[in-house]
Each structure stands twice: as structure tokens, then as C-alpha cells.
């Protein structure tokens, strides 16, 4: 049996990866390719000039430390001061927009309204200004992992009041920046804060509560989405005249046996828990039924009462609907899936909750990081996916890239970018997707989480050890460039 089932992977395998071939038409002249960064990932100044404490400011500071080599955010590439050299950078790349996040507690150091940061409230203002002044549009992730301490204190994405809170702070920047700022992201990849932040504990603030305070935080983020979507098209939309979306990521999942309907079935079941449950209540008004039928039958069974996952009212569901008016994609990977054969009767996290069994093959291409392998062609099913689903809507990539061991001669980024960009617009060509953008991950060199320092996903490196922070471009920045400028994947394009 084991054999072959190898063997008709690898036949599946072999079809999908022939049929990427490199696209060579050219890009819209409207189609925006960008570089993405994250607050706490470039920024440091963790603690300068007013800046509250953040919950990956508390992580990344326990001893013994949770992250490889001890690594934190403090400084990271110090960009909270070299902010004029990354926009030269930008420049010199020739981008149309950047995205970067804004920390929370640097402008309310509490998290709460009651006090404003204004050193923090002017280094953003700097940093737009730098921007618009180059003709780069800011694209602002308002949160991306780093809940203020003081937010989390009160119990952070399991207090419902967070929907207020977030909804303050988000008529915040859009009171200050809002005339400069025409593209927002509310939450970027917020199954990362639910899931690792609240279900399996290994992100900050390292909750364990699989399937409840998990499930939770998804609740609360959703409304809290609607809430900032709200307020902008209430009180901002007429004068200011932007976009306000959100940032959904997900592997493609791709059936093992294409003409098993049980595999087939295990495939949207697991993209309605990763990309669903977050993208469904926002376009469709409340959790997939999938979702909404395997936790209830799992929590029955495991003795609740009811649902471990939170109901909406009716009144919720209609201020959900109806809340992206542009989606943020970010894509990376793909995996395998089939049924569990026996689920986990006890399991309560998203990832048991599922019943999917997902795993890459050994002969996808590694990279540096152990959750990544190289399958350009998951990207282009994935937006097919999207777009079929939700009913074509305005999308952007909003993150896309691979870590290396940081050489200056990063042949395999160019090659990975060619191929996922070209899977990317195959995909838009032939299925007219409504894709409006292309975000590389990342910029620079930059803090990744669990693993510190030791995983480069950047355009330049950065030298960690110098206090300097030294920038120097790989050999991928002449390729983005070219790109960019030509509007072309490849040497030269046919239209
Ligand atoms: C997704 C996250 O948004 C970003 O913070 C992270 O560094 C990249 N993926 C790479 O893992």
C-alpha cells in the first residue's frame, strides 16, 4: 500500500510542478510589488522614549529564554533609528508601497487611549512622511503579534473588551496618519496569535488553552476586525478615501489522492480551519459549517455543554459581513493531507479539532526554516481557492519569501521568487483573479521569532553584529529590481 501511494504522489507531483511554467507576460502597469517588515521584527527601541512594554518584549526576556540563542527584539536592525536608510533601500528598489506594522504600545504604551506616546505618534509620522515624500505608499499593518503588557494583563485576546480597545487604538492611527495612509491591515496572520499565542503556548504570551482561550482570541480578533473596519468607514472613509483589510495566511493543502473524495474533503476541511475560519465570518457572516460542526460534535463528546467555539448573535454576524475591502494574502507552503485515520478523542486545539492528517514529502525542496518547503505551485492553487470561494474578491500578497542561511549570493530567492510570482500571475491569467500586489518577505534580515536571528528571509542582509546594523544587498535585490522595473518574471516578456 505504502508504495504505492509514493508512487501516485510522486505522478501528482511531477504534473503539478510541470505545469508551473515561468510566465511571461507582463504585469499591469497598476500591479504594486512591495517589500513587508513587522514592527517588532525590525524596529527595537523596545523601551525608548515612552515606548510601553509589548508581550513579545516580556517573551523574549524570560530566563532561560525561549527563543534560539537567547535572541530578542531589543534592537533587532534598529530601524526605529535608521528608518531614512531602510525608505533608501525602498527607493533604490524601486517599490511601490511598504508594508510595515505598527506597535501599539510604542504609541499607547498601556495599550489603553487614555495615553499617547508622542514620540511614537512622530516616529511613524516620520516614517509616512519619509515614504510619501519618495512616492512609497505606507501599507500599515496595525497589529502584527505584539498585544502592549498592559492589554494582556487584562487578559488580552480572551477579554472581549479588546473589541473597544483595538477599535480606540485603530481610530487612532487613523486620526494621525489617515491622510497619508490609504491602505490598512488590521491583523496579520492572526491564527499565529490565537493558535500559538493562546492554544499551544509556544509564542507569546504562551498561553496553553487548546480549543478554548484559542478559539477565543479568534472570536475576539473577528470582532475586533469589524469593529476598526467599522469605524473607518464610519468616520474616515468619505474624507479619507482608503482601504481596510486584513491578513489571512495559509499552506495550500493539497489532497494526497486527488480522485479520493475523503482526501479531497480533507483539503477544504483544513483550509476552512486555517483560512476559513477567520476569512468566512468576514465575507460570509459567521464560522464554516465544517468548523462549526466538528468542534460542537468534539466538544459534545468531550463533556461540555456546548460548543468550545464561541456563537455570534445575529447582530454580530451582520456588522462581520461584508469587512475586507481588500485581503491580504500570505503564502508560503504547502503540505499534503488526507483524513486521520483514528482522531484524537480528547484533542482540543484547532489542529485536533480538524481531523486532518498533513505532512510534506521528503522530496519537496527544504529551506532553512523546518516548517517550509519550496512548492511554488501551492501559491497559485491557493488564490484559485481563495478566489473561488469567496467570490473573486480584491486580493494582494501581502507576504512572500524564504529564508537561506544569509548568503550574498542567494541564487535559490531569485529562483523561489521567479516561480512563486510566476504561480502567482499563471493563476491571475487564467482565472482573471482580481490580484492587485506582491509583497516580498521580507526587506531585511530581521527577528524571526522562535528562531532569533539565525533565520534570514531578507533582500539585505544585516549585520547583527556590528552596532551599526549594516545593510548590504543580496544578489536577489538586482532581481526584484528588474522585476519591478520591467513588470516582467522573466528575461523579456511577449506583450
Ligand atoms: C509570517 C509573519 O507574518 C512574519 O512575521 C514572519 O517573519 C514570516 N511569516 C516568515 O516566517
Same mark, same amino acid.
Given at each position: 500500500?505504502?508504495?504505492l501511494?509514493?508512487?501516485?504522489?510522486?505522478c501528482l507531483?511531477?504534473?503539478?510542478?510541470?505545469?508551473?511554467?515561468?510566465?511571461n507576460?507582463?504585469?499591469?502597469?497598476?500591479?504594486?510589488?512591495?517589500?513587508a517588515?513587522?514592527?517588532?521584527?525590525i524596529e527595537?527601541g523596545?523601551?525608548?522614549?515612552?515606548?510601553?512594554?509589548s508581550?513579545?518584549?516580556?517573551?523574549?526576556?524570560?530566563?532561560?529564554s525561549?527563543i534560539?540563542?537567547?535572541?530578542?527584539?531589543?534592537?533587532?536592525?534598529?530601524?526605529?533609528?535608521?528608518y531614512?536608510e531602510?525608505?533608501?533601500?525602498?527607493?533604490?528598489?524601486?517599490?511601490?508601497?511598504?508594508r510595515?506594522?505598527i506597535s501599539?504600545?510604542?504609541?499607547?504604551?498601556?495599550?489603553?487611549?487614555?495615553? %499617547?506616546?508622542?514620540?511614537?505618534?512622530?516616529?511613524?509620522?516620520?516614517? %509616512?512622511?519619509?515614504?510619501?515624500?519618495?512616492?512609497?505608499?505606507? #501599507?500599515?499593518?496595525?497589529?502584527?503579534?505584539?498585544?502592549p503588557?498592559?492589554?494582556?494583563?487584562?487578559g488580552?485576546?480572551?477579554?472581549?473588551?479588546?473589541e473597544?480597545?483595538?477599535?480606540?487604538?485603530?481610530?487612532?492611527?487613523?486620526?494621525?496618519?489617515?491622510?497619508?495612509?490609504?491602505?490598512?491591515?488590521?491583523?496579520?496572520?492572526?491564527?499565529?496569535?490565537?493558535?500559538?499565542?493562546?492554544?499551544t503556548?509556544?509564542?507569546?504570551?504562551g498561553?496553553?488553552?487548546?480549543?478554548?482561550?484559542?478559539?477565543?482570541?479568534?472570536?475576539?480578533?473577528?470582532?475586533?476586525?469589524?469593529?476598526?473596519?467599522?469605524?473607518?468607514?464610519?468616520?474616515?472613509?468619505?474624507?479619507?478615501?482608503?482601504?481596510?483589510?486584513?491578513?489571512? $495566511?495559509?499552506?495550500? #493543502?493539497?489532497?494526497?489522492?486527488?480522485?479520493?473524495?475523503?482526501?479531497? $474533503?480533507?483539503?477544504?476541511?483544513?483550509?476552512?480551519?486555517? #483560512?476559513?475560519?477567520?476569512?468566512?465570518?468576514?465575507?460570509?457572516?459567521d464560522?464554516?459549517?465544517?468548523?462549526?460542526?466538528?468542534?460542537?460534535?468534539?466538544?459534545?463528546? /468531550?463533556?461540555?455543554?456546548?460548543?468550545?467555539?464561541?456563537?455570534?448573535?445575529?447582530?454580530?454576524?451582520?456588522k462581520?459581513k461584508g469587512?475586507?475591502d481588500?485581503?491580504?494574502?500570505?503564502?508560503?507552503?504547502?503540505?499534503m493531507v488526507?483524513?486521520?485515520?483514528?482522531?484524537?478523542?480528547?484533542?482540543?486545539?484547532?489542529?485536533?479539532?480538524?481531523?486532518?492528517?498533513?505532512?510534506?514529502p521528503?522530496?519537496?525542496?527544504?529551506?532553512? $526554516?523546518?516548517?517550509?518547503?519550496?512548492?511554488?505551485?501551492?501559491?497559485?492553487e491557493?488564490?484559485?481557492?481563495?478566489?473561488?470561494?469567496?467570490?473573486?474578491?480584491?486580493?494582494?500578497?501581502?507576504?512572500?519569501?524564504?529564508?537561506?542561511?544569509?548568503?550574498?549570493d542567494?541564487?535559490?530567492?531569485?529562483? #523561489?521568487?521567479?516561480?512563486?510570482?510566476s504561480s502567482?500571475?499563471?493563476?491571475?491569467?487564467?482565472?482573471?483573479? $482580481?490580484?492587485?500586489?506582491?509583497?516580498?518577505?521580507?526587506l531585511?534580515d530581521?527577528?524571526?521569532?522562535?528562531?532569533?536571528?539565525?533565520?534570514?528571509f531578507?533582500?539585505? /542582509?544585516?549585520?547583527?553584529?556590528?552596532?551599526d546594523?549594516?545593510?548590504?544587498?543580496?544578489?536577489?535585490?538586482?532581481?526584484?529590481?528588474?522585476?519591478?522595473?520591467?513588470r516582467?518574471i522573466?528575461?523579456?516578456?511577449?506583450?
Amino acid at each position: 500500500m505504502y508504495p504505492l501511494i509514493l508512487l501516485v504522489i510522486g505522478c501528482l507531483l511531477n504534473t503539478i510542478k510541470a505545469d508551473n511554467h515561468l510566465n511571461n507576460m507582463t504585469f499591469p502597469d497598476t500591479f504594486m510589488f512591495g517589500c513587508a517588515t513587522a514592527a517588532y521584527q525590525i524596529e527595537g527601541g523596545w523601551n525608548a522614549n515612552g515606548k510601553g512594554e509589548s508581550i513579545w518584549d516580556r517573551f523574549t526576556h524570560q530566563v532561560p529564554s525561549p527563543i534560539k540563542n537567547n535572541d530578542t527584539g531589543d534592537v533587532a536592525c534598529d530601524s526605529y533609528h535608521k528608518y531614512k536608510e531602510d525608505v533608501a533601500l525602498l527607493v533604490d528598489l524601486g517599490v511601490t508601497h511598504y508594508r510595515f506594522s505598527i506597535s501599539w504600545s510604542r504609541i499607547l504604551p498601556t495599550g489603553l487611549i487614555n495615553e %499617547i506616546n508622542l514620540d511614537g505618534v512622530d516616529y511613524y509620522r516620520a516614517l %509616512i512622511h519619509e515614504l510619501k515624500e519618495n512616492n512609497i505608499e505606507p #501599507f500599515v499593518t496595525l497589529f502584527h503579534y505584539d498585544t502592549p503588557q498592559g492589554i494582556e494583563d487584562l487578559g488580552g485576546w480572551r477579554n472581549s473588551f479588546i473589541e473597544t480597545w483595538f477599535s480606540d487604538y485603530a481610530r487612532l492611527c487613523f486620526e494621525l496618519f489617515g491622510d497619508d495612509v490609504k491602505y490598512w491591515m488590521t491583523f496579520n496572520e492572526a491564527k499565529q496569535t490565537c493558535v500559538l499565542g493562546y492554544g499551544t503556548g509556544v509564542y507569546a504570551p504562551g498561553v496553553k488553552s487548546p480549543g478554548v482561550a484559542e478559539y477565543m482570541c479568534i472570536h475576539n480578533v473577528l470582532k475586533a476586525h469589524a469593529a476598526a473596519w467599522h469605524v473607518y468607514n464610519d468616520e474616515f472613509r468619505a474624507t479619507q478615501k482608503g482601504q481596510v483589510g486584513i491578513v489571512i $495566511d495559509s499552506s495550500w #493543502f493539497q489532497p494526497e489522492n486527488e480522485s479520493l473524495q475523503a482526501d479531497i $474533503d480533507a483539503s477544504e476541511t483544513l483550509l476552512q480551519f486555517t #483560512f476559513g475560519i477567520f476569512a468566512t465570518p468576514l465575507y460570509m457572516g459567521d464560522y464554516p459549517d465544517i468548523v462549526k460542526e466538528n468542534v460542537e460534535r468534539r466538544s459534545l463528546a /468531550q463533556g461540555y455543554l456546548r460548543s468550545r467555539l464561541p456563537e455570534f448573535t445575529e447582530e454580530e454576524k451582520i456588522k462581520l459581513k461584508g469587512t475586507v475591502d481588500l485581503l491580504g494574502v500570505n503564502t508560503y507552503t504547502s503540505s499534503m493531507v488526507r483524513p486521520l485515520d483514528v482522531p484524537d478523542p480528547e484533542g482540543k486545539g484547532l489542529n485536533s479539532d480538524c481531523e486532518v492528517y498533513q505532512y510534506q514529502p521528503d522530496d519537496w525542496e527544504k529551506t532553512d $526554516d523546518v516548517w517550509m518547503r519550496v512548492t511554488p505551485w501551492g501559491s497559485g492553487e491557493l488564490v484559485k481557492w481563495i478566489a473561488r470561494t469567496y467570490g473573486n474578491p480584491p486580493m494582494i500578497i501581502t507576504e512572500n519569501g524564504r529564508s537561506d542561511t544569509g548568503t550574498l549570493d542567494d541564487d535559490a530567492r531569485i529562483t #523561489f521568487l521567479m516561480e512563486y510570482i510566476s504561480s502567482i500571475k499563471n493563476a491571475m491569467d487564467d482565472n482573471n483573479l $482580481d490580484i492587485r500586489g506582491y509583497t516580498v518577505w521580507s526587506l531585511l534580515d530581521n527577528f524571526e521569532w522562535l528562531f532569533g536571528y539565525s533565520s534570514k528571509f531578507g533582500l539585505y /542582509q544585516v549585520d547583527f553584529d556590528s552596532p551599526d546594523r549594516t545593510r548590504t544587498p543580496k544578489k536577489s535585490v538586482e532581481y526584484y529590481k528588474k522585476l519591478i522595473r520591467t513588470r516582467c518574471i522573466v528575461d523579456s516578456c511577449v506583450n
